[in-house]
Nanobody, 120 residues
């Protein structure tokens, strides 16, 4: 089992910044990637950013490239999403996600979500 706990959401004006954190605990030894997703009201959850833990490769959705940065702190088992130049359309619940195995099967794990609201 893996537990993911997010923090750092809130309200900000357009052009502002927020940093989200996702702390992982439990059976994290098999994790090789972590992601951030967002879900806007009435829409499907969509991938925002991914970090590959083995080589630190990072991938971003086109909508956030150049504005958002995903990073990690191995000592704290924490992944961050630095969000700059925020736009009203970034308003959503943001979820941390990963996949891990118990040696038999892989499972998806999600955090509880953190609300980000960007006002114009």
């Amino acid at each position: 089992q893996v537990q993911l706990v997010e923090s750092g959401g809130g309200g900000v004006q357009a052009g502002g910044s927020l940093r989200l954190s996702c702390a992982a605990s439990g059976s994290i030894f098999s994790i090789n990637a972590m992601d951030w997703y967002l879900q806007a009201p009435g829409k499907q959850r969509e991938l925002v950013a991914t970090i590959i833990l083995s080589n630190n490769d990072k991938m971003y959705a086109d909508s956030v490239k150049g504005r958002f940065t995903i990073s990690r702190d191995n000592a704290k088992n924490t992944v961050y999403l630095q969000m700059n130049s925020l736009k009203p359309e970034d308003t959503a619940v943001y979820y941390c996600h990963t996949r891990a195995t118990n040696g038999i099967r892989w499972s998806d794990y999600w955090g509880q979500g953190t609300q980000v609201t960007v006002s114009s």
